[in-house]
């Protein structure tokens, strides 16, 4: 499919409404504000250090750390601003390349919580659940460049109740965008490095004009892959505009990304130790690849599926958004956003089970298409010792699955988008209408002099999806997800200006994941036979913790356990190029036990030590029936959830010079329910230097950097589950993993006028 299937206007009224109400609000007569924190969020002000990193928040209910601009720009320019959360406690990242950008290959999980049962948000702005076939937003990396970000905000246990997420079944990860600067300026950055990487970034601010600044900024990223052939390209923009007054700030952003991946091949053990850690698919190589598709292997391969030709993954996005804040009164303030997005995606295969009029080959096409339009507002109300808010979030969203196959005569550029009067044959195609309505109420109180806090309240959610079948070979039907009363309460006690106790009950639920791997990856009698019995994931968190902050020391503890409701498992019953509809269980109950401590020590100006560690026993606590068979998993730890991470990072300023040497240790991990296969630990060491000067005639700052990663080339698996999981894989034969990228150095120079 070449063209996304479009929502008629009288579909999507949300964002229309919105843009009705805050455009003429442009007339407004301005009165410039006083400057703030470039994108600062308004709330948790106590909380946030925009410079550096935070790892305790006095008065959050719940765990609360923040990261800032000179974490995000200590690190390879282009790297993932989610890679960068990895040295946080309890936050376990990979990712097969250095910057942690390539989608395939990337993985954040938290207190045994995976990748899609998280929330995720830009400004407000809903950015789905952050999977590879993401059905109802964008990944982070292309929502927004790393150097327009302000802050990151990482919820560990339970994201606030205002979170626009269906996903959040744990914690939450809001971006903030940086606001303009108020003076007229540009900055420039490049880099190369290994792997012929070529970077460019340039941004241009206007500054104030009578309340009105803007700034528009572009990057282009191009690099080869660090094994076989191919390149990592994308080109990205991003623009935003800000009026405000006395009384409140309108703003406009708006974002474009395009994104071409070569995909690399998904690896077994059996596979890593006949062929190696850098084995790869036969490109340039076409001969070798038409020689497998025929049986005919040489070297190492034994089976068509221990290589193909070529794979690819391309992405394009659109994403609009226009956000208020309206002081109503001294006590009333009104928040509003309304946005647009729209995204297509192809994922490319050379498969040799499928054969072209010629050749035993042919290009298997994945399709995907996403457009969604919605309103995320709230109204809070402050009087005495209460805050009230309330709020919702209206979405309106078609997502499109499908796939095809083209028929080839030899290796064709694939570095395009395919229409479908290109496509041979079609294998099934869906598409999916999704009407999202969340709602919550919470009132915020402080006693005893602010020295206790509680939040108290509950969102609700009703989720409808109807499926429907455009080319057999799939389920279509409606599921829903629906509950009135999610509960969440936390409170927090200062023990002294320096110390607080906290503790935080929430309870969440994920609506059912539509798309090629979601709920209705089944065949039709499957899905028919599952629907009446099937239950949204649900989940009931606990977490207590104590903090300690002063000008030298942070300090957080934290404890907590989660009980999961309905958990659902995607089994895998064969490679994913051969495209078989998968399988589904409830496994009812699984739980989650842990702990967590970080510390941050800072005994002068120059020098910073900061170290994280997590245990994690996260166990399914149900058998399930797979294929008519018992699959004993009860007391099994969870697929890709180590249960030790540890992280350390010393930072040392020597006048203008920087050194950073930084460490991540990621415990044994599983990749089938029964725990019969999976990979050992492994240690991952990262290290910096910089060198920083200002006022360089007309440079206001220059920054010179080299990183380099994985310094001691350490040799290592780094994704688990590219493929999905399964059951058993008794002979290590299960192609699910990805190798990480061995040493990788890149420079740096970053230049603001």
């Not at 130790?273 to 025929?294: S, T």
Request: hydrophobic share 35%; proline share 4%.
């Amino acid at each position: 499919m070449n063209a996304v299937t479009r929502l008629s206007p009288v579909r999507t009224p949300l964002a229309c409404a919105l843009l009705a109400a805050l455009l003429p609000l442009a007339g407004h007569a301005a009165a410039p504000a006083a400057d703030a924190a470039a994108g600062a969020p308004a709330e948790n002000a106590e909380a946030t250090n925009l410079d550096a990193i935070s790892v305790i928040g006095h008065r959050d209910t719940r765990q609360v750390q923040h990261v800032g601009q000179v974490e995000l720009q200590s690190v390879a320019p282009g790297t993932n601003p989610v890679k960068v959360l990895e040295k946080l406690p309890g936050v376990h990242f990979v990712s097969s390349d250095p910057w942690g950008s390539y989608e395939w290959s990337n993985r954040i999980a938290i207190r045994g919580f995976a990748q899609n049962q998280l929330g995720y948000a830009l400004d407000d702005i809903p950015l789905g659940d952050n999977s590879y076939a993401n059905n109802n937003g964008l990944s982070p990396n292309r929502a927004i460049l790393p150097e327009n970000i302000a802050e990151l905000e990482l919820a560990q246990g339970a994201g606030a109740l205002r979170i626009p997420s269906t996903s959040n079944l744990g914690g939450a990860l809001l971006l903030h965008s940086s606001d303009p600067a108020a003076e007229f300026g540009a900055r420039a950055g490049f880099a190369f490095g290994d792997n012929a990487t070529l970077r460019s970034f340039v941004r241009v601010d206007t500054g104030d004009f009578n309340g009105f600044s803007a700034y528009v900024s572009g990057m282009r990223n191009e690099a080869d892959r660090w094994k076989g052939a191919g390149v990592q390209e994308q080109q990205q923009f991003n623009g935003k505009a800000v009026y405000q007054w006395d009384q409140g700030r309108v703003a406009l952003w708006l974002s474009n990304s395009r994104r071409n991946e070569t995909d690399d091949p998904d690896l077994s053990l059996d596979l890593i130790r006949r062929c190696g850690y850098g084995w790869d698919n036969y490109a340039p190589d076409w001969q070798r690849a038409l020689d497998a598709a025929n049986g005919r292997f040489s070297g190492c391969a034994k089976t068509k599926d221990d290589a193909y030709y070529l794979a690819r993954g391309l992405r394009n996005d659109d994403l609009a958004a226009l956000s208020g804040e309206f002081d109503l009164s001294d006590s009333l303030r009104l928040n509003a956003t309304g946005y647009y997005h729209r995204n297509e995606g192809q994922g490319h295969w050379f498969t040799p089970y499928i054969s072209s009029p010629t050749i035993p080959m042919a290009l298997r096409i994945t399709s995907y298409d996403i457009e969604r339009s919605g309103l995320n507002a709230r109204l809070s109300y402050a009087v005495g010792s209460h805050t009230f808010e309330g709020g919702f979030w209206f979405e309106d969203s078609v997502h499109g699955a499908g796939r095809s196959f083209v028929n080839i005569a030899g290796p064709i550029d694939d570095q395009r988008f395919f229409g479908q009067d290109e496509f041979a044959q079609r294998l099934f195609r869906q598409r999916f209408d999704t009407r999202t309505r969340q709602w919550y109420l919470q009132d915020s109180m402080r006693f005893f002099d602010e020295r206790l806090t509680v939040n108290a309240g509950f969102k609700g959610q009703d989720v409808v999806t109807d499926g429907k079948v455009v080319v057999a070979g799939r389920a279509g039907g409606r599921l829903s997800a629906r509950d009135s009363f999610l509960p969440q309460l936390g409170a927090s006690w200062q023990l002294n200006e320096r110390s607080d106790v906290f503790a935080n009950y929430a309870e969440n639920q994920a609506a059912f994941r539509p798309g090629v791997n979601g709920a209705w990856s089944l065949t039709q009698a499957s899905f028919d036979l599952s629907r009446a019995s099937a239950k949204p994931e649900q989940s009931k968190t606990l977490e207590l913790g104590w903090r300690y902050g002063d000008g030298h020391y942070q300090l957080s503890t934290t404890v907590y356990g989660v009980n999961f409701d309905d958990r659902q498992l995607v089994i895998v019953p064969c490679p994913g190029v051969v495209s078989c509809p998968n399988q589904f269980a409830n496994v009812g109950k699984a739980r989650t036990l842990g702990g967590e401590v970080a510390f941050v020590w800072t005994p002068n100006e120059h020098l910073r030590w900061l170290t994280s560690v997590a245990y994690n026993d996260s166990q399914y606590r149900s058998d399930y029936v797979s294929g008519g068979k018992l699959v004993q998993v009860r007391g099994k730890q969870m697929v890709d959830t180590p249960k030790q991470l540890f992280a350390t990072e010393l930072s040392y300023g020597l006048g203008e010079v920087e050194l950073r040497l930084g460490g991540k240790y990621t415990g044994k991990r599983y990749y089938t329910y029964s725990n019969d296969a999976g990979t050992d630990a492994f240690w991952l060491w990262d290290a910096g230097v910089s060198w920083q000067k200002r006022d360089l005639g007309q440079i206001k700052s220059l920054r010179v950097g080299l990183n380099v990663y994985n310094l001691f080339d350490k040799t290592y698996v780094a994704t688990l589950g590219s493929n999905g999981f399964r059951d058993y894989d008794p002979q290590g034969t299960f192609q699910t993993l990805l190798t990480g990228a061995p040493r990788q150095w890149f420079v740096s120079v970053d230049a603001q006028f």
